[in-house]
Nanobody, 121 residues
Framework: QVQLVESGGGLVQPGGSLRLSCAAS????????MGWYRQAPGKERELVAT???????DYADFVKGRFTISRDSGKNTVDLQMNSLKPEDTAVHYC???????????????WGQGTQVTVSS
């Protein structure tokens, strides 16, 4: 059973920083693209940042220059360093990954349970 477990959310003041972490656990053959998405109340889930297995990154325009995504393939983790946080960054943040569980199967998309990030004074 593959699981993605996030940590690191919380309450921070505007202009502050948080670091989110996500670890993949269970039995699997390979992890491909990993990423972070977020969903604010009353809004649809949206992409924040992704990183491929080769280290190529992609960011939503609203986080460019403020957030940095990174991964440790040896530990099967992906992190999101969030700086210069704004109240509009308040949302549940979800880890996402394309994972191939066995050599015989195609990759499937997995989600973590989400971690709350609240930016408020």
């Amino acid at each position: 059973q593959v699981q993605l477990v996030e940590s690191g959310g919380g309450l921070v003041q505007p202009g502050g920083s948080l670091r989110l972490s996500c670890a993949a656990s269970g039995s699997f053959f390979r992890i491909y693209t990993m990423g972070w998405y977020r969903q604010a109340p009353g809004k649809e889930r949206e992409l924040v940042a992704t990183i491929t297995s080769g280290g190529n990154t992609d960011y939503a325009d609203f986080v460019k220059g403020r957030f940095t995504i990174s991964r440790d393939s040896g530990k099967n983790t992906v992190d999101l360093q969030m700086n210069s946080l704004k109240p509009e960054d308040t949302a549940v943040h979800y880890c996402n990954a394309d994972i191939r569980t066995t050599i015989f199967d195609g990759a499937r998309n997995y989600w973590g349970q989400g971690t709350q990030v609240t930016v408020s004074s």
